[in-house]
């Protein structure tokens, strides 16, 4: 077994969590240098790769930790009180040594063999364009959204194979260009600019099949791999461009709570013991409460089943797909609740608690916290129905 035990796990979770715990006032500290650079300071992803976040999710052989996923999105939900746009780039890029690890074992060593600080972006929107050529295929394309990719020298780029279907191509950076086009109105250190293709070999190899992916059948997972690889891929990613929010969501409560508790002003509505502030502060803690007890109890429950060798049912794993993409909703009907009476300093530029609103209300335009489709498929499943999404 190259497999880390369940001792030694939970020991690089304890002792990751501490460390990020010491990072959270520097990473705090730089988020407006984020928003003006529209990325994360190099400092930053230095310190990341000092405490291990990257390799959290890394197979052990090459030089990972393999921590459970509920560990890994603990973090960064930490990270997100600080600064969400480090926590969601960071937490993206820190996510995708999972889905390598179930890629062809030469992917895995080309890209962490030498350094398992490698970083990795991604965009996963099926618009490239793909022709088959011998021990692989050509790809071309333009995608949006690769957040952190300016500090990544390899990107996971999606694409629709002619005849086949949907596959993630993983190309390094001598292939591909980043354009400098991430200007938003939320979420602006997280440098989530645009990858540039044109007319890359990229070997059969370094893909993934989304029908693996679905049907935990990834050339990449064996016997020994640690059984944390046989949760779908899908169950992960879409938690990365959530999670985040719910610790966005915390620090708006935090700051709201103390703005209520400082020097009253001359309205009556600002004061801690106004009735109307203390049910806004109790139904925003315990809507935070419910989506983070909620993320916690799928991910161990995915990772007992997988240690059990057991699959996951589908409709739980539709359930929980449905309910990650309504994280978002929910954080922001905790900020927009509170923004809304947050007091006229909370619309000057520079203001925490406006940034949050804005970071919040960014991250609801990805389409994966579009909860409408998976509401409905799963609703469909409740009634009897076929699944009809394979990103679960």
């Not at 407006?32 to 405490?51: C, F, N, S, W, Y």
């Not at 021990?135 to 694409?159: E, I, M, P, T």
Request: hydrophobic share 40%.
């Amino acid at each position: 077994m190259t497999s880390s035990s369940p001792h030694s796990s939970a020991s690089h979770a304890a002792s990751l969590e501490l460390r990020m715990r010491d990072l959270l006032p520097a990473v705090r500290a730089r988020a407006p240098q984020a928003k003006a650079l529209r990325r994360l300071p190099d400092e930053t992803i230095a310190d990341l790769k000092a405490i291990g976040f990257f390799r959290a999710l890394l197979p052990h052989r090459l030089g990972g930790m393999e921590l459970p996923p509920a560990e890994f999105f603990r973090l960064q939900v930490m990270l997100g009180e600080a600064c969400m746009s480090t926590a969601w780039a960071g937490g993206i890029v820190a996510v995708h040594p999972f889905q390598i690890a179930l890629m062809d074992r030469r992917a895995q060593d080309e890209v962490f063999g030498a350094d398992p600080d490698t970083l990795v972006s991604s965009a996963y929107a099926p618009v490239g364009r793909v022709t088959i050529a011998e021990g692989g295929f050509r790809l071309s394309g333009r995608w949006a959204w690769s957040s952190g990719s300016d500090h990544c020298s390899w990107a996971l780029l999606g694409a629709i194979v002619p005849g086949e279907g949907y596959r993630t191509f993983l190309v390094p950076r001598s292939d591909y260009r980043v354009e400098d086009t991430w200007r938003s109105m939320g979420l602006e250190g997280t440098g989530s600019n645009d990858v540039v293709v044109q007319d890359a070999f990229v070997p059969d190899h370094r893909t993934h099949r989304q029908s693996d992916g679905f049907r935990l059948t990834n050339p990449g997972v064996t016997p020994e791999s640690h059984p944390m690889y046989r949760i779908p891929w899908g169950q992960l990613f879409v938690r990365t461009v959530s999670c985040a929010a719910i610790g966005a969501a915390k620090a708006a409560l935090d700051l709201y709570i103390r703005a209520v508790q400082g020097p009253a002003s001359n309205d009556p509505t600002k004061l801690a013991a106004d009735v109307d502030t203390q049910r806004r502060i109790a139904e925003a803690a315990n809507c935070l409460d419910e989506v983070e007890v909620v993320m916690y109890r799928n991910l161990r429950q995915l990772l007992d089943q997988a240690s059990a060798g057991q699959e996951a049912p589908m409709l739980d794993r539709i359930k929980f797909r449905y309910q990650a993409s309504i994280v978002i909703e929910k954080c922001l009907s905790v900020v927009d609740s509170l923004f809304s009476v947050a007091g006229g300093r909370s619309v000057y530029s520079g203001s925490e608690i406006q940034q949050r609103f804005l970071d919040l209300h960014v991250a609801r335009a990805h389409i994966a916290n579009h909860p409408v489709p998976f509401a409905r498929n799963f609703g469909n499943a409740l009634l009897g129905g076929e699944n009809q999404d394979f990103f679960v």
